[in-house]
C-alpha cells in the first residue's frame, strides 16, 4: 500500500522593512548647514548683535560707509577724541535767559517775520532717550477778539555741557519748526540757511549721543 502524506504549506516570508529613502544633496545641505550655524551662534553672540546695535541707533539712518567709520572708530576706541578734536570746549549758556537771548539773536536775524517766541528754557524732562533733545510746542491764545501764537522751545538740560555748535544746532532745528512744521526739504533748507553746517552737526552731536551710549562722556 501506498501512503499519502498531506504537502506541507509553505510559511510566509516576514514582511521586509520599507526601504530607506535616500536624502537628496540638497536637503543634506540644508541640515549640514542648519547643525553648523547651530553650534556657531550662542546666546552670547545675540547679545552681542543686540548691543552692537543698541549702540548704533543713533545713526541707524545714514550710509553704510559712514556706519562702518563709526564702527572703526568704536573698535578702536577714538570716537571720544575724534568730538574732542573738533569741539574742545563748552559753550557758557547756563540759564533760561542767557538760552531765550541766544535763540532770540537767529530769530531776529533769519526769522523776523515768523510767529513770536514766548519762552526758550532748558528742561530736565526731555532725556537723551527720547532722541529728541529739543522740543518745540505751539499753541493758539484767545485774547478778547484776537488769536495770537504762543511758540515755546524747550532744550534738554543736557545740553547745557557740550560745545556751542551742537547747541546751535538743536536750537536752529526747533526755530526752523515755526515757519515749517514738518522735516521736509524746506525745512532742512532752511535749517542749513540758518548755518551752512548743520548736517555736520547733527551727525557730530550723534555721534556724541554714541558717546554717551556706550558710557564715555566727553564732555
Same mark, same amino acid.
Not at 504537502?7 to 520599507?18: I, M
Not at 536624502?23 to 553650534?39: C, P
Not at 572703526?72 to 569741539?87: K, T, V
Not at 527720547?130 to 478778547?144: D, F, K, M, P, S
Given at each position: 500500500?501506498?501512503?499519502?502524506?498531506?504537502?506541507?504549506?509553505?510559511?510566509?516570508?516576514?514582511?521586509?522593512?520599507?526601504?530607506?529613502?535616500?536624502?537628496?544633496?540638497?536637503?543634506?545641505?540644508?541640515?549640514?548647514?542648519?547643525?553648523?550655524?547651530?553650534?556657531?551662534?550662542?546666546?552670547?553672540?545675540?547679545?552681542?548683535?543686540?548691543?552692537?546695535?543698541?549702540?548704533?541707533?543713533?545713526?541707524?539712518?545714514?550710509?553704510?560707509?559712514?556706519?562702518?567709520?563709526?564702527?572703526?572708530?568704536?573698535?578702536?576706541? +577714538?570716537?571720544?577724541? $575724534?568730538? /574732542?578734536?573738533? @569741539?574742545?570746549?563748552?559753550?557758557?549758556?547756563?540759564?533760561? %535767559? *542767557?538760552?531765550?537771548?541766544?535763540?532770540?539773536?537767529?530769530?531776529?536775524?533769519?526769522?523776523?517775520?515768523?510767529?513770536?517766541?514766548?519762552?526758550?528754557?532748558?528742561?530736565?524732562?526731555?532725556?537723551? +532717550?527720547?532722541?529728541? $533733545?529739543? /522740543?518745540?510746542? @505751539?499753541?493758539?491764545?484767545?485774547?478778547?477778539?484776537?488769536? %495770537? *501764537?504762543?511758540?515755546?522751545?524747550?532744550?534738554?538740560?543736557?545740553?547745557?555741557?557740550?560745545?556751542?555748535?551742537?547747541?546751535?544746532?538743536?536750537?536752529?532745528?526747533?526755530?526752523?519748526?515755526?515757519?515749517?512744521?514738518?522735516?521736509?526739504?524746506?525745512?532742512?533748507?532752511?535749517?542749513?540757511?540758518?548755518?551752512?553746517?548743520?548736517?555736520?552737526?547733527?551727525?557730530?552731536?550723534?555721534?556724541?549721543?554714541?558717546?554717551?551710549?556706550?558710557?564715555?562722556?566727553?564732555?
Amino acid at each position: 500500500m501506498s501512503s499519502n502524506k498531506p504537502s506541507k504549506t509553505p510559511r510566509a516570508a516576514p514582511p521586509k522593512a520599507p526601504p530607506k529613502m535616500p536624502i537628496k544633496a540638497s536637503s543634506a545641505k540644508v541640515i549640514a548647514a542648519r547643525d553648523t550655524l547651530a553650534s556657531l551662534v550662542t546666546s552670547k553672540d545675540v547679545k552681542a548683535k543686540q548691543q552692537q546695535q543698541a549702540h548704533l541707533k543713533y545713526i541707524a539712518g545714514y550710509s553704510t560707509n559712514t556706519i562702518e567709520q563709526v564702527k572703526r572708530h568704536i573698535a578702536n576706541d +577714538s570716537l571720544e577724541r $575724534l568730538l /574732542l578734536s573738533r @569741539y574742545p570746549r563748552v559753550h557758557e549758556i547756563r540759564t533760561d %535767559k *542767557a538760552l531765550y537771548d541766544y535763540a532770540m539773536e537767529f530769530k531776529q536775524q533769519y526769522l523776523k517775520q515768523s510767529d513770536p517766541l514766548s519762552k526758550v528754557i532748558f528742561d530736565e524732562k526731555i532725556s537723551l +532717550s527720547h532722541q529728541a $533733545l529739543g /522740543l518745540h510746542t @505751539y499753541a493758539n491764545r484767545v485774547q478778547g477778539s484776537k488769536v %495770537k *501764537a504762543k511758540n515755546e522751545i524747550r532744550i534738554s538740560s543736557r545740553l547745557k555741557y557740550v560745545p556751542e555748535p551742537l547747541l546751535r544746532m538743536v536750537v536752529i532745528h526747533e526755530l526752523a519748526h515755526l515757519r515749517e512744521k514738518d522735516h521736509n526739504k524746506a525745512f532742512y533748507q532752511l535749517c542749513t540757511y540758518m548755518t551752512a553746517d548743520y548736517h555736520q552737526l547733527e551727525l557730530d552731536l550723534r555721534l556724541l549721543l554714541t558717546c554717551i551710549e556706550l558710557g564715555k562722556t566727553p564732555y
